[in-house]
């Protein structure tokens, strides 16, 4: 009987069709609006809307970070420890996107999730996030991602080499996985003892014997170096090693493994969001079919388009009439009419008007 | 009211082109001072705004399933009348030039927003933005003056259509959504060639604007009647009124924004080479604002405010109300005619120059003088009148185009 074999996806796809129907419908009495638009009004964090959380906790760790217990609304898929979200927050009126790792146990009894974020100087989301988030913020999110963790057969030693708000996906391992890992060294840096994020409980593990920790306080004591490493571990060969911080100790961390032939012994997460310098002119790439244009400071992205072939949206060519916004998915670019420069990584949602923007170095453009 | 460009007395003489370029670093230097204070208040503003209008509608639209009762039928009705314009006039129009773009709200954005209007929002920006705010009121090039269907201006051709442009503009008013949506189509014009009635273009433009029509029209006058069971047919009059609502009081608004007397037409070849100055100086003479309160300034959709909005159309609408003082004074500074007033006013000005001019120039003078010199015979003087004062008319003509008719 080959039909039963098919039975319960039939029924399930029938299932499927019929709320997509009933969705088309409800589609008929909020049209040009969706249900959503509405729906979003009295219950943001149903399962089906966009990915969004509620702030439910706002705790200092240390003078210049806070942990954010957040609870995610009902399409949130879980997370693997180690990995992290993209939260947007709205700044000074501007969403903004930023990624955090997750720091929570996956099994919370209140199925909420963690992120710590440390303030650094001039960061417009994180100095938002550390004095003006409140219990009760409503906050985009994407959901979690990044290969940051362990395998499922788990090492026998491991090293964990961590700086500043490094730690934090290194947390949400520990806090997941302890029990089950043997063998485990924690290497933190920070400038003071008072600086380690999660310093207490890293300390309480440390003191029950489940972890071996190593801080290295930079004010006094300076940064860690690569012998420094090798003296404070000397069996790093032997482990499997996760490092997360600031550039210059993922570069030298990176350069001390592949000198030793290690180099798929060690896993880097970098934190660091690629900054944009903005400069003159620059590579305009158009996603969408590959056109790539040479530009320089003072040419419009819509006149250096339309010179290399690329069909492109324009309208009264002097900035009044929006008829030619298109994505500007990352890179830098700088207003002819006023200076200001507009930067912007994957994942930000950033548009432009093509017709009074110029690139401010290299840019890419979705056409 | 004629080009400024053929007025005896030009209200801009006194400038030379050094103070028109001073006038332009100072708009954009206020300008300037709204864009570096963009944010949390204004982000907040505008989510107020679309928050509370979609629970009036959301309310009013549930008060009428029960429309069989009277006071459900003008509660329901007033409310969504309220809803249907606050949507149109302060969100939608303002989000769709591009006004909240910077707040990068994928849902409250230029490139995504769709309104509660028969024209698609696509067409209505290229109409509107790109066309009708780059070329304000310049004779041949704006068809915002007179919409196809109506002559504003003793320089636009008299034309016999015209006589009835009271009514055309009456029509149009009650029917006003679907007027937009054939003049964004550019109806009169597309539809007279058949290479243009056939071209692709055309007939995916159409296509477009039948869709946006359907969905509209199943939503009114089907499915929110479908839901109201036995108030199947108060529900679809008073979906029927609030559409004719908000149309009436969106076109007298529209209406005082570029017709009543004091706004300033152009000539096509002015705009010739126009600098960024020149540009600014054209919004300012060619717009009009209404005085009011807050209500006025939001149901208006800070419209009220035409000439500011027109100087920056993309800046928050919330802030124009605060830039009126200094473009105010800068127009003092000038000796530019800043046109206002209050909103009966202006609409009784720009009905009495619709009026005015559906007769050809001079109509009146001419008649008199004529029927003073001829003798007997009426209709034949009547005729000789028209004959006379068309020709007259046509010696002053600088737009040689047809009038592009919506209907004919």
Redesign the interface.
Known sequence: MTTLVHGSSSAGSLRKRLKDRAWQVAG??????VPS??LD?LSPLRTGADLRARVVEVHPETRDAVTLVLRPGGSWRGHVPGQYIRIGL?V?????WRAYSLTSPVERTDACIAITVKAIPDGVVSNHVVQRVRPGDLVHLDQATGDFTLPASRPEKVLFVTAGSGITPVMGMLRNHLHELDDVVVVHSAPTRDDVIFGPELRRLAARGQVRLVEQHTDDEGMLDAPALAALVPDLAERETWACGPTGLLDLLEEHWDSRGLADRLHTERFRPTVVVAGEGGTVRFTGNGTVVESDGATPILDAGEAAGVLMPS??R?G????C?LPLREGAVRDL??G?VTTAAPG????I?TCISAAAGNCDIDL | MTVLQKKSENPIAHLTAEDIEELGRQLDAIRAQVVASRGDRDAAYIRKVIDVQRKLELSSRAVLLFSLFPPAWLAGTAGLSVAKILENMEIGHNVMHGQWDWMRDPKIHSTTWEWDNASPAEQWKHSHNELHHTYTNVIGRDNDLGYGIMRVDEDQRWYPFYLAQPLWNFINACFFEYGIAAYDLELGKNLRSKKRRSSPEFKARGKQVLRKIRGQVTKDYVAHPVLSGPSFLPTLTANATANLVRNLWTHSVIMCGHFPEGVETFERRSIQGETRGEWYLRQMLGSANISGGRAMHIMSGNLSYQIEHHLFPDLPSNRYQEIAPKVQALFEQYGLRYTTGPLPAQVASAWAKVIRLSLPNDFVESATKKLGRKATRPAARLLSLVREATEQDADEVTDDREPDLVAV
């Open positions: 008929y009495v909020t049209t040009p609006l638009d509405y009004m709205d000074e009126g501007v969403r903004q309208g009264c002097m009044i009439c929006y008829g916004v009419r006023n200001d930000d949602g950033v548009r008007q």
